[in-house]
T-cell receptor, first 114, second 113 residues
Framework: DAGVIQSPRHEVTEMGQEVTLRCKPI?????LFWYRQTMMRGLELLIY????????DSGMPEDRFSAKMPNASFSTLKIQPSEPRDSAVYFC????????????FGPGTRLTVT | LAKTTQPISMDSYEGQEVNITCSHN???????ITWYQQFPSQGPRFIIQ???TKVTNEVASLFIPADRKSSTLSLPRVSLSDTAVYYC??????????????FGSGTRLSIRP
């Protein structure tokens, strides 16, 4: 099993640009999570999908952030427009049905917005 | 919402047993206790979960007293590779909402030779 796959691993962009982060969950998992980690705020859950449907997006910081899951094997997190305060490591995680407490995390995308 | 409190950091030496305690005074009846481990530059990794008494797997043991207001993650005979941040989470199973999934600040464990 390849585990959760995220791309790109590193992204450097200028303020105002659109950023799209991608995630491929583990095959067979039906829950997907997007997190953001910074030194100041720690690891924060942004949005939670179950069977491709967003269950809870209360952690999404503002309208500049959006997430989609068009099918069971792909999800995107988009930031438009990006700002320097969005600089962080973004993790995607997935879990099997009924086991959302046991999440498998991807390697993360380190985003730097200048 | 059950809030957790853990020590910010701990130090130990190779070969020692390390116990990390997490306080969760407001734990609900249907809440479970879950621990994750995060190495530098990696995403967190699930270690163990329990509801009451003791749970053991190949990585760690989890001790939960009868009142469930705290829990202790026990790492036997640690090595340098156990240096990581350890997070304690409390929530229902499966999580009924994203608000239950709170990693907090974790405990930064440093193992010395």
């Amino acid at each position: 099993d390849a585990g959760v796959i995220q791309s790109p691993r590193h992204e450097v962009t200028e303020m105002g640009q659109e950023v799209t982060l991608r995630c491929k969950p583990i095959s067979g998992h039906n829950s997907l999570f997007w997190y953001r980690q910074t030194m100041m705020r720690g690891l924060e859950l942004l949005i939670y999908f179950n069977n491709n449907v967003p269950i809870d997006d209360s952690g999404m910081p503002e309208d500049r952030f959006s997430a989609k899951m068009p099918n069971a094997s792909f999800s995107t997190l988009k930031i438009q427009p990006s700002e320097p305060r969005d600089s962080a490591v973004y993790f995607c995680a997935s879990s099997a049905a009924g086991r959302s407490y046991e999440q498998y995390f991807g390697p993360g995308t380190r985003l730097t917005v200048t | 919402l059950a809030k957790t409190t853990q020590p910010i950091s701990m130090d130990s030496y190779e070969g020692q047993e390390v116990n990390i305690t997490c306080s969760h005074n407001n734990i609900a009846t249907n809440d479970y206790i879950t621990w994750y481990q995060q190495f530098p530059s990696q995403g967190p990794r699930f270690i163990i979960q329990g509801y009451k008494t003791k749970v053991t797997n190949e990585v760690a043991s989890l001790f939960i007293p009868a009142d469930r207001k705290s829990s202790t993650l026990s790492l036997p005979r640690v090595s340098l590779s156990d240096t990581a941040v350890y997070y304690c989470l409390v929530g229902d199973r499966p999580y009924s909402s994203a608000s239950k999934i709170i990693f907090g600040s974790g405990t930064r464990l440093s193992i010395r030779p």
